[in-house]
């Protein structure tokens, strides 16, 4: 069906030290992928996004990384700082015109001062 | 440059009701997209609005339905209200150019229904 995880898995980690989210998609088809951050009370929020034809995108801070064989992307948040405590997830463009997202049920991330 | 805006920000309704959420999308984006947000789970595409028109459709019943005004606005109506419905209804605005048009949301709508 239309899922992308199942779970909604914590991660704690240290303020400064790097932090890797972790997301498998369904759809093999799927050319698009988006990270969304989502703080208590707020809407999601964009942080990055990859094409299928890319490995690896680069932001401020934070890495996206593609495995379509496995159909796995993960998020790489470097110096993690207390305000990025949030709700992440990764959504995956779906649609006959390929932008329906599909999203998973996220990771906690906790940052601990 | 006004992001995406929700109206209203919380609602209260009964079961049986019928409810009305408001979307107006961030400035140059046409298209409007609605999804529905339960308690400690990711977002569920309901549908999405191009030119007036529903494009796109997930797997929620008729009770949902939409409207998108000439100056790319959106209107979200539930009828019959049932518990289940209970939410954050989040609206996100993009571009009809393609299929990486990033969506941005925004802040929600939360529905309770009692």
């Known amino acids: 069906g239309e899922s992308v995880g199942l779970h909604l898995p914590t991660l704690s980690v240290q303020e400064g030290d790097n932090s890797i989210i972790n997301c498998a998609y369904s759809n093999s088809a799927s050319d698009y992928f988006i990270w969304y951050k989502q703080e208590s009370g707020k809407g999601p929020q964009f942080i990055i996004d990859i094409r299928s034809n890319m490995d690896k995108r680069q932001g401020q801070r934070v890495t996206v990384l593609l495995n379509k064989t496995v159909k796995h992307l993960s998020l790489q948040i470097a110096a993690t700082q207390p305000g990025d405590s949030a709700v992440y997830f990764c959504a995956e463009n779906w649609g006959e015109y390929g932008n329906k997202l599909v999203f998973g049920a996220g990771t906690i991330l906790r940052v601990k001062s | 440059d006004a992001g995406v805006t929700q109206s209203p920000t919380h609602l209260i309704k009964t079961r049986g009701q019928q409810v009305t959420l408001r979307c107006s999308p961030k400035?140059?984006?046409?298209?409007v997209s609605w999804y529905q947000q339960a308690l400690g789970q990711g977002p569920q595409f309901i549908f999405q609005y191009y030119e007036e028109e529903e494009r796109q459709r997930g797997n929620f019943p008729d009770r949902f339905s939409g409207h998108q005004f000439p100056n790319y606005s959106s209107e979200l109506n539930v009828n019959a209200l049932l518990l289940g419905d209970s939410a954050l209804y989040l609206c996100?605005?993009?571009?009809?150019?393609?299929?990486?048009?990033?969506?941005?949301f925004g802040p929600g709508t939360r529905l309770t229904v009692l």
């Open positions: 996100a605005s993009s571009f009809w150019g393609g299929s990486t048009d990033t969506q941005y």
């Open positions: 400035s140059g984006h046409d298209t």
